[in-house]
């Protein structure tokens, strides 16, 4: 079974451009979540999609935006992007909704570096 | 917010040598999740813990929740370089917004031969 790919591996934008990320979970999967990880902070959690509609949302600014496709695949944007953006994003994959009984599995991240 | 708070943040061994980690909460978590993580990869599970009290074992690592689900702890024997990582806590919790994991910050682990 393929496991969670994510593109591009690494992106280099300029302070006020737009990105976009792509997630591609595990074969039946119905979950998506996003995470940034940054040196300082962490994992941090972004949002979560099932079945195309955002279950979960956590502490982040609007620029930060995503959707999930018939398919399950996602896709995460960032806007108007800042130095801070630039971090690690993950995104994870589960059956029904990372829970004890249905874990979450990672893909490898996009790298972002925002100059 | 349901903080988890990881030590130590950076550990240095040797090869053969024993270490715990712990991770730690005022807030009760339904269940808590051990990942490691190497450069340049996601996360990977390697446990997770439901009961308060409850102790699994993989291999050389032993894992332990707390018995008020506050806290835990992630004890290796005799650690190998294949050891070396990062080592991120990870409670579930329920909110108004559903089921959430709030990750600690990690604990470095470098295990040099």
């Known amino acids: 079974k393929a496991g969670v790919t994510q593109t591009p591996r690494y992106l280099i934008k300029t302070r006020g451009q737009q990105v976009t990320l792509s997630c591609s979970p595990i074969s039946g999967h119905r979950s998506v979540s996003w995470y940034q990880q940054t040196p300082g902070q962490g994992l941090q959690f972004l949002f979560e999609y099932f079945s195309e509609t955002q279950r979960n949302k956590g502490n982040f600014p609007g620029r930060f935006s995503g959707r999930q496709f018939s398919n399950s695949r996602s896709e995460m944007n960032v806007s108007t992007l800042e130095l801070g953006d630039s971090a690690l994003y993950l995104c994870?994959?589960?059956?029904?909704?990372?829970?004890?009984?249905?874990?979450?599995?990672f893909g490898n991240g996009t790298r972002l570096t925002v100059t | 917010t349901q903080l988890l708070k990881q030590s130590p943040q950076f550990l240095s061994i040797q090869e053969g040598e024993n270490l715990t980690v712990y991770c730690n909460s005022s807030?009760?978590?339904?269940?808590l999740q051990w990942y490691r993580q190497e450069p340049g990869e996601g996360p990977v599970l390697l446990v997770t813990?439901?009961?308060?009290?409850e102790v699994k074992k993989l291999k050389r690592l032993t894992f332990q929740f707390g018995d008020a689900r506050k806290d835990s702890s992630l004890h290796i024997t005799a650690a190998q370089p294949g050891d070396t990582g990062l080592y991120l806590c990870?409670?579930?919790?329920?909110?108004?917004?559903?089921?959430?994991?709030?990750f600690g910050k990690g604990t470095s682990l470098l295990v040099t031969p």
């Open positions: 807030s009760v978590f339904s269940s």
């Open positions: 990870a409670g579930a919790f329920y909110s108004n917004s559903g089921y959430a994991l709030n």
């Open positions: 994870a994959s589960s059956s029904t909704g990372g829970s004890y009984n249905s874990p979450l599995h």
């Open positions: 813990v439901v009961t308060g009290g």
